[in-house]
């Protein structure tokens, strides 16, 4: 039935029996004894009693015994959530050093969301090796599978979720020395706090000779006492470092 501004009141069609309509973002539904919430794919203006044509949208089952809507709600309230990842070292690293991955999802939307997010590691794991167990989350689920880390849960309006992983930097590093990763959301209203928010590159300087164990001062061996050099061989004669003449050893 339709009621007009005048309150007068005229049948439109016939539906399957049904305990209720309510009108969302435009669409009427009604609500079936069985269960089923059938969508009226038109609406006449005219008088008439002819079956309306429905979609059912859900069937679930369940006996329905009311429906209602005080409005209609206009369209549906869109999820949105952000994504920031940040890494400890942030810039530079060394071989041998563990670095510590975070993800932060943040829902930012007034409704639900599902804010779930891909980390690909491959430009990562050539360089380094993912710490057993490291990976770990405050709520929804995270794993790697491969050369991808998954993240997916629901986040209430307001809420945030933290996703941490480790890797250790190989000694040595055959890769091509620098780590780089992304975050990308995966789910409908996801997207980072800024443009570079989700990306993280990661360096591993090159070490140096002379910082590796076994390498004394240049010029200088152990045993030498100050002040004075050591006697180098020159065969049967030759000088010692005070330039006395003698026999070499």
Known sequence: FRIRPDNTI???????????AAKSAGQVYAFASN??????????TTASTAALPVTTVEATG?????????????????????????ATPARKANE???????????????TAATGDFTDDLSDVLDDATLVPGSVTSTTGTASVT???????????????ATVTYQVTVNTPDTGDRTLTNTAVPTAPGGTCT???????????????????????????????????????DHGDAGYNHHGEEGVGK
């Open 96 to 110: 041998g050093d563990t670095i510590t991955y975070r993800v932060t999802v943040r829902n930012t939307g007034a």
């Open 10 to 20: 005229i049948q439109i069609g016939t539906v399957p029996q049904t305990f209720g």
């Open 146 to 160: 491969g050369d991808t880390l998954t993240w997916t849960g629901t986040l209430a309006p307001g809420a945030t």
């Open 194 to 232: 800024t443009s570079r928010a989700c990306t993280v590159t990661i360096r591993v300087e090159k070490t140096k000779d002379c910082d590796k164990p076994g390498h004394g001062k240049p010029g200088h061996h152990p045993g030498d006492k100050p002040g004075h050099g050591h006697d180098h």
């Open 35 to 44: 269960g089923d919430i059938n969508q009226l794919n038109s609406l006449p």
């Open 62 to 86: 369940l006996g329905f015994y009311g429906a209602t809507s005080t409005q209609d709600a206009g369209t549906c309230v869109t999820p949105a959530y952000t994504i920031a990842k940040t």
